[in-house]
Nanobody, 123 residues
Framework: QVQLVQSGGALVQAGGSLRLSCRAS????????MAWFRQAPGKEREFVSA????????DAADSVKGRFTISRVNVENTVYLQMNSLKPEDTGLYYC????????????????WGQGTQVTVSS
């Protein structure tokens, strides 16, 4: 099992940048694919980006490609989401998630979740 603790949410202006962090407990972090999802008010949780255990394979939603970058530091048990050129539509509650296996954009394939952190982008 893995427990995930998130940090880094904030209120930022459109065009700004923000970095989210997600630190995992346990000694097997390097075995897990990690992902970020977000949920806007009244909407379903949606995939943002994922990175496999090696860090060599990543995936991202079309809406964030070229603006968001996912990365991980296995010795620190931490995954990051660097968000640049933020837009008001990026506003939402951001969650990190973990699973064993390849990257996936499906919420149901991730059994482990962080507590969520709010990102608000003002216009």
């Amino acid at each position: 099992q893995v427990q995930l603790v998130q940090s880094g949410g904030a209120l930022v202006q459109a065009g700004g940048s923000l970095r989210l962090s997600c630190r995992a407990s346990g000694r097997t972090f390097s075995s897990y694919t990690m992902a970020w999802f977000r949920q806007a008010p009244g909407k379903e949780r949606e995939f943002v980006s994922a990175i496999d255990w090696s860090g060599l394979n990543t995936d991202a939603a079309d809406s964030v490609k070229g603006r968001f970058t996912i990365s991980r530091v296995n010795v620190e048990n931490t995954v990051y989401l660097q968000m640049n050129s933020l837009k008001p539509e990026d506003t939402g509650l951001y969650y990190c998630a973990a699973r064993l296996g390849t990257t996936s954009p499906e919420v149901a394939r991730y059994p482990y979740w962080g507590q969520g952190t709010q990102v608000t982008v003002s216009s």
